[in-house]
């Protein structure tokens, strides 16, 4: 009898100790804060596109650049906080949670918007491991020619392939891309994050030293000017390309609802999301105004396309290298934020296709000096291994790729960042047809579809204008 009592004591224990592990829902427990989705977010916002808003600046001008990085601002932290409410249904506090984008749609417009969701924000995701991995090989390179012009001299050729840097990244990502899920992403993104106000700091520097030193430098209200730096349909197409450039740079809600789901569930999850919101897209902000009118006003109208590695700045040679070190690990980092929500859509649409299959569903134990138990899915590291060859092959094959990505962020940036979370608002707050909140909205909706459409037009263009000069394989 005692032998008895003591083993069901210890079953109920073993069972009340493995319930603390678990969430309301059955799942594991969350453990993210308001640190480390503001990590999160300010990951996968700063890009090393922040480097280039001084080029987008010049294009438009004192006044259209910063009223745009000021707009595009305001429009995602609002539509940010619609989607956050949206997290958990119908109630925003006690209601089911929706674990991705997809699953937000699902439950509040249904039908063959679901579809439509999940083909913008996968696709957008592959575009961006892709584009990822082109910029990161770009830092890496940077670094070598930094070097070679230091010892060389500024006239040197210093050309070097960025081939091998794809390679490196590639493998690095490999074996990042094991950990399991977002979950277990918060040191990385803390990290990431970190690297990224590193090398804008730096830029920002560089930038402030540069003015303040003086020199020949044209800026203007209307930015290019026409007839001087550029041609009257050059200057459209750039300032298409840097509305475009501006508008994507804002956009995390493709990764939004997946970050949010990493929180824990007391506060409400929906409570710290738009803080974390506040604090990733004014941070951002900052950044972005500071980088980007520093930047136009130490280069003016000549800025070049990134200054840390399109060598607006020579020396300090060291401070270079660091600033592109930094990019390098920041972008290792929001590889990973942006690859995991499409690693784990796939494996759970694998596992509902075949739950009997051994391949797909067991997970074996293996015991890593230092670290302790690791669970290894054999299906888990075949598909996530064979994906991040596929996205450094397609890097190698179209280095130009980052013309593309504005074209996938055009067709991902309207539906994602404005579209879905205005219409999930509409129906969940059931908002009366022509009244005057909903035709704000649609206002707000239409404007922002028209911006997507010109962003569209001027990545083309730009895409054409590299195919046109693309040779497989060229040294830089």
């Not at 930094?326 to 934020?337: D, E, F, S, T």
């Not at 940036?413 to 649609?442: D, G, H, M, N």
Request: net charge neutral; proline share 3%.
């Amino acid at each position: 009898m005692d032998a008895h009592f003591h083993t069901s004591a210890l079953e109920v224990a073993n069972h009340d100790g493995f319930r603390k592990n678990l969430d309301d829902d059955g799942r594991e427990k969350r453990t993210g804060t308001l640190v480390t989705a503001s990590a999160h977010i300010i990951t996968a916002v700063i890009g090393s596109g922040v480097l280039s808003l001084a080029w987008a600046i010049a294009q438009l001008g004192w006044v259209a650049g910063p009223a745009a990085l000021m707009a595009f601002s305001f429009i995602t932290y609002f539509t940010s906080t619609l989607l956050a409410d949206a997290y958990r249904s119908p109630d925003p506090i006690s209601g089911k949670r929706n674990y991705t984008y997809m699953d937000v749609v699902r439950a509040n417009l249904g039908g063959t918007k679901v579809n439509l969701c999940g083909i913008a924000q996968y696709v957008n995701l592959v575009g961006v491991t892709i584009g990822y991995t082109i910029t990161a090989s770009i830092s890496m390179v940077a670094v070598n020619k930094s070097n070679c012009y230091h010892s060389e001299g500024h006239a040197a050729s210093c050309k070097s392939s960025n081939y091998p840097y794809m390679m490196i990244f590639g493998a690095i990502q490999i074996v990042l891309s094991q950990i399991p899920n977002f979950h277990n992403l918060s040191w990385l993104s803390i990290l990431a994050a970190v690297m990224s106000f590193a090398y804008s700091s730096i830029g920002l520097g560089l930038s402030l030293a540069k003015v303040i030193g003086g020199g020949d430098v044209r800026t203007s209200l209307t930015g290019v000017e026409v007839g001087v730096d550029v041609s009257g349909e050059e200057k459209v197409w750039r300032s298409f390309q840097a509305i475009g450039d501006i508008a994507f740079a804002y956009a995390f809600s493709t990764v939004l609802v997946e970050i949010q789901d990493t929180l824990k569930s007391y506060p409400p999850e929906n409570k710290v999301m738009k803080k974390a919101s506040l604090v990733g897209v004014s941070t951002t902000t900052v950044f972005y105004v500071l980088c980007g009118c520093l930047g136009y006003a130490a280069f003016g109208n000549d800025a070049p396309g990134n200054f840390l590695t399109g060598f607006g700045f020579y020396e300090p040679f060291w401070l270079i290298d660091f600033a592109n070190v930094c990019i390098a690990i920041h972008l290792i980092g929001a590889y990973q934020v942006f690859c995991q929500p499409l690693f784990g859509f796939i494996e759970m649409k694998c596992r509902q296709q075949w739950p009997d299959s051994k391949f797909i569903t067991a997970e074996h134990i293996l015991n890593v000096p230092f670290y302790g138990e690791y669970y290894v899915n054999v299906f888990r590291l075949v598909w996530r291994t064979a994906y991040v060859i596929m996205t450094a092959v397609i890097a190698m094959i179209f280095p130009f790729f980052n013309s593309f990505l504005g074209l996938i962020g055009a067709g991902s940036f309207y539906p994602l960042t404005v579209y879905f979370p205005i219409e999930i608002y509409i129906a969940r707050a059931k908002i009366q047809r022509f009244s005057f909140t909903w035709v704000w909205l649609k206002i707000l909706s239409w404007v922002c579809l028209i911006i997507s459409l010109v962003a569209a037009i001027g990545s083309v263009q730009g895409l054409l204008m590299d195919v046109k000069k693309y040779k497989p394989f060229k040294m830089d």
